[in-house]
């Protein structure tokens, strides 16, 4: 009977030391794969040019359609207008903004330009009118494109099928 006993006593510290390893690496799955899955990131790292263009496409990803088409425009005129003034200018000025932030800064480095009679912008009165020029030439380069290949399906000729 005295050894049923002892017996029990190591089969439970077994199951026992068992439980504690399985939990003891259930939280260190957790601890190592939770990052990769909760990694959102809402502003540009200026840290070196790829991490610039990296972080931006990341936090281009929660935006809203028509703010992409913003945030792209804002974030290529910046990257224009910086590059000229120095090397490492626009990655100093991008860095660690948001989203919301570079477009305002484009804003006023663009309609700052108009004002002064830029040539690269005599085409646009402000900012919004840019905008609003760049969204419909996008929606429709888009439609046309949607209107074509369905078309061009139509009317292909497929040799050697019932027609």
Do not use: C
């Not at 590059?83 to 663009?110: S, W, Y």
């Not at 009118?129 to 439609?143: N, T, Y």
């Amino acid at each position: 009977m005295a050894g049923n006993v002892k017996r029990n006593r190591n089969e439970d510290s077994g199951k026992k030391t068992i439980r504690i390893l399985a939990a003891v690496m259930g939280m260190l799955a957790v601890v190592y794969f939770l990052p990769a899955f909760m990694q959102r990131t809402d502003t540009i790292s200026g840290h070196t040019r790829e991490a610039v263009y990296r972080s931006a496409v990341k936090v281009k990803k929660y935006l809203a359609t028509d703010e992409r088409l913003t945030f792209d425009t804002a974030f290529g005129l910046l990257d224009q207008i910086k590059t000229k003034e120095g090397p490492d200018v626009f990655m100093k000025t991008v860095d660690g903004l948001k989203a919301e932030e570079v477009i305002n800064l484009a804003r006023d480095e663009v309609n700052a330009r108009i004002a002064a009679g830029d040539p690269e912008f005599k085409a646009y009165t402000s900012w919004d009118e840019m905008i609003a020029k760049l969204m419909a030439e996008s929606s429709q380069s888009s439609g046309r494109k949607r209107n074509v290949l369905p078309a061009a399906l139509r009317s292909s000729d497929r040799e050697g099928r019932p027609q």
